[in-house]
Nanobody, 128 residues
Framework: HVQLVESGGGLVQAGGSLRLSCEAS????????IGWFRQPPGKEREFVAA????????RYADSVKGRFTISRDNAKNTFYLQMNSLKPEDTAVYFC?????????????????????WGQGTAVTVSP
């Protein structure tokens, strides 16, 4: 049984940086596609970034391209979201997720009920 645990959220000024971490326990993520989603206040959960654990396919939302970078550490069974040049509109609760077909599903409505695994979320607040 795999569990995902996020860390690294917090309060930062616009233009600053944060790195979110998502550690998987229970088994390897080798067979999964993994990603980050976010839920701004009062809005639906939305896709941010994703990749296949064992492949080279990477996807980013247009709103974060060039600012956010998704990466992984195989030895630690952990993946990351490096967020640079943060904007107030990046304020949200960020969730990591894993699913065997996450990339194909990433833009589906009601994504919370679509993907197999979710972390508990970590809040990111970007002040003007």
């Amino acid at each position: 049984h795999v569990q995902l645990v996020e860390s690294g959220g917090g309060l930062v000024q616009a233009g600053g940086s944060l790195r979110l971490s998502c550690e998987a326990s229970g088994r390897t993520l080798r067979d999964y596609e993994i990603g980050w989603f976010r839920q701004p206040p009062g809005k639906e959960r939305e896709f941010v970034a994703a990749f296949a654990w064992t492949g080279s396919t990477i996807r980013y939302a247009d709103s974060v391209k060039g600012r956010f970078t998704i990466s992984r550490d195989n030895a630690k069974n952990t993946f990351y979201l490096q967020m640079n040049s943060l904007k107030p509109e990046d304020t949200a609760v960020y969730f990591c997720a894993a699913d065997r077909n996450l990339i194909a599903k990433r833009l589906m409505p009601g994504i919370y009920s679509v993907l197999e695994l979710w972390g508990q979320g970590t809040a990111v607040t970007v002040s003007p």
